[in-house]
């Protein structure tokens, strides 16, 4: 069989930090995400010939562009010259909380490593991923690279060596996400934290932590309900979300399990017991959203569990 | 049928923070435990008669002995005016870090309640076990009182409101607890810890925390093993007991897949696949204290899945 010379693959955005977990959890959503169509070339240059959905924020010199970085990292680690065309079409907001870059660069590497014949097993992607999130952004969050490209709930044990584990999670576990237009830069969120923290605060967080792993794991959502709080990280990112409280308040009273900030934000997302009331949380949080003015997009899937797909020559971007 | 007018009871010892979960996750172990005879009298009072094993170091005061306050707690709760005779044989070495003043705070709480007719089940009677460790000690870690009186692996997700889970163990994962015969007193224990903690040390311990709960849920032993460090506590703790380094040295090499304190220490304990490598764990460990020039007392056991028991009427203590 030839090797395809082009490719498109889709990655999905992700949900990060999952309350308790921050820099440790993630998992993946159905949608949005970001589609990426590679082609190699015999220019013997990764080369970004094209993005789109960006509104021209995003740069288009490799080295600072996370899909860029992460294809050339992966080839110069196997060695091998090879030109590679990139057209990257944005489908989720900047700045979102979701993931955005994470997407980009895993979705870049898989793609990359289909072209070429898959001599690496996808979790083995994860580093290059992280090399292109960290080109692009200064730092790279494990939780969102590692769910996009692993697909579901994955926890990030240990970043030196880098240890990430998947989590089973209940079969009927939907997620509700709601992303108001109000940009949150992930560096100001991340300027926001404190770099020492009471302890007392950091046993209440690793309590949940274990609490929300052990919930997951036993399909117990009353258990996953109660862990989901966050002492630390989310009283002060909170303060940059408009009308987070109400939208809580709104999620809560719709059914939802439990509520968080997605990433850094501005995005939101909540756990339901089932569809119907993930699709009610979904109304109430818009609802909210609404009534602060703002416009929005909002999201309901389970927790994907494929990470990135090839796309059908018939469904790719032109 | 008639309520019996005594009791003899037997409530395991504990091991408590399981490395990276200082104050939220402890399990029991078959042995050692203490012992409690408890009688109804008429003399309206709770009265600790006798305390045996303690080398005259515990306080036969009621208000000041944790089985008392237990005991005391519990009858003042319900109501019941009813006076109680105590015997508590101590069958662990105090301030050893397994849990002693828990385990006689729940073996009286345990056998009180037997001999009342169980109006309340074992899951309430932690507040009671509790209440008497604060007596005693100014402070309770649910992580060993849970642990002694529901037995098997818990997670104190929360302290306010109590919220303890159980956590299921894998079948062939088996405890080495050495506890060589020097005294670190908990308080002294405790004032090491440092109020505020870095961020970076805190996101490491939670992803730990995740790691090792997912571990034993999955009986994934290599994750297990990985995530029993811990970047908070230990180093600190870990300076006040002799030869910390080379019993922990030795443990890994005898085949452990992890290794810690025990509670706030002196006693250190591992996690082995099997009981044979947790035996030669033991004898590797045995053999380093013994080179300090400690005496000792070693224990394997699986992980005690039944909390405490009531001893039959031929092996009771007199």
């Known amino acids: 069989?030839?090797?395809?010379?082009?490719?498109?693959?889709?990655?999905?955005?992700?949900?990060?930090?999952?309350?308790?977990?921050?820099?440790?959890?993630?998992?993946?959503?159905?949608?949005?995400?970001?589609?990426?169509?590679?082609?190699?070339?015999?220019?013997?240059?990764?080369?970004?010939?094209?993005?789109?959905g960006d509104e021209g924020r995003l740069p288009l010199e490799t080295e600072r562009n996370t899909a860029g970085v992460a294809v050339q990292m992966y080839l110069e680690h196997l060695g091998i010259r090879q030109g590679v065309d990139i057209r990257l079409h944005k489908q989720m907001p900047l700045g979102s909380g979701l993931g955005s870059s994470a997407a980009s660069a895993v979705g870049g590497v898989y793609a990359i490593n289909k072209l070429m014949g898959e001599p690496l097993k996808v979790e083995e992607l994860l580093p290059f991923a992280l090399e292109g999130e960290r080109a692009a952004c200064g730092f790279a969050h494990a939780d969102n690279a590692a769910a996009s490209l692993m697909g579901g709930f994955i926890l990030v044990r240990s970043y030196a060596p880098l240890d990430v584990v998947r989590i089973p999670v209940p079969e009927n576990l939907y997620i509700t996400v709601i992303h108001p237009d109000v940009e949150v830069p992930t560096k100001q969120a991340r300027r926001l934290l404190k770099e020492q923290v009471p302890l007392r605060d950091a046993v209440t967080q690793w309590g949940n932590v274990g609490g929300l792993i052990a919930g997951l794991m036993s399909n117990?959502?009353?258990?996953?309900?109660?862990?989901?709080?966050?002492?630390?990280?989310?009283?002060?990112?909170?303060?940059?979300?408009?009308?987070?409280?109400?939208?809580?308040?709104?999620?809560?009273?719709?059914?939802?399990?439990?509520?968080?900030?997605?990433?850094?934000?501005?995005?939101?997302?909540?756990?339901?017991?089932?569809?119907?009331?993930?699709?009610?949380?979904?109304?109430?949080?818009?609802?909210?959203?609404?009534?602060?003015?703002?416009?929005?997009?909002?999201?309901v899937s389970k927790v994907n569990a494929q990470g990135p797909v090839i796309l059908p020559e018939e469904v790719r971007l032109t």
């Open 1 to 52: 069989m030839d090797k395809p010379n082009a490719i498109t693959v889709f990655a999905p955005a992700t949900v990060a930090n999952v309350t308790c977990g921050f820099d440790v959890m993630g998992f993946a959503i159905d949608a949005p995400g970001d589609t990426l169509e590679l082609k190699l070339t015999d220019s013997k240059e990764v080369r970004i010939v094209e993005i789109t």
């Open 220 to 299: 117990d959502y009353g258990l996953i309900g109660r862990s989901m709080q966050d002492v630390i990280v989310e009283p002060l990112r909170s303060t940059l979300i408009p009308g987070f409280e109400q939208v809580r308040t709104a999620a809560m009273a719709a059914g939802a399990l439990g509520f968080g900030i997605s990433g850094s934000g501005p995005s939101q997302f909540t756990f339901s017991e089932g569809k119907a009331t993930a699709d009610q949380v979904a109304a109430a949080m818009e609802k909210e959203i609404q009534a602060l003015g703002f416009t929005y997009q909002v999201y």
